[in-house]
Nanobody, 125 residues
Framework: QVQLVESGGGLVQAGGSLRLSCAASGRAFSTYAMGWFRQAPGKETVFVAAISWNGGRSYYGDSVKGRFAISRNNAENTVYLQMNSLKPEDTAVYYC??????????????????WGQGTQVTVSS
């Protein structure tokens, strides 16, 4: 069992940056692939980024490529999402998720076994 807690969300102006963190409990964190997803009001959950267990592979949704970067620190049981050049359409609740298939960098929500509670990101125009 893994518990995930996101932090770092907030209100930022368009063009600004935020860094989200996701802290995981449990010794197995380094064996999980990790992902970030987001959900805007009234819309479905959308894939943002994923990273393999050792950080060797990463994958991004088309809408964030070149602006967002996912990374992880296994010694600190934490995964990060650096978000730059933020746009109003990035406004959403952001969730981190853990996939027991450590090598995967999956975009499907069904691939993930554990989810955090989310952190709100609001980008003003």
């Amino acid at each position: 069992q893994v518990q995930l807690v996101e932090s770092g969300g907030g209100l930022v102006q368009a063009g600004g940056s935020l860094r989200l963190s996701c802290a995981a409990s449990g010794r197995a964190f380094s064996t999980y692939a990790m992902g970030w997803f987001r959900q805007a009001p009234g819309k479905e959950t959308v894939f943002v980024a994923a990273i393999s267990w050792n950080g060797g592979r990463s994958y991004y949704g088309d809408s964030v490529k070149g602006r967002f970067a996912i990374s992880r620190n296994n010694a600190e049981n934490t995964v990060y999402l650096q978000m730059n050049s933020l746009k109003p359409e990035d406004t959403a609740v952001y969730y981190c998720a853990a996939d027991r298939n450590f090598g995967g960098v999956e975009a499907a929500t069904s691939a993930y076994d554990y989810w955090g509670q989310g952190t709100q990101v609001t980008v003003s125009s």
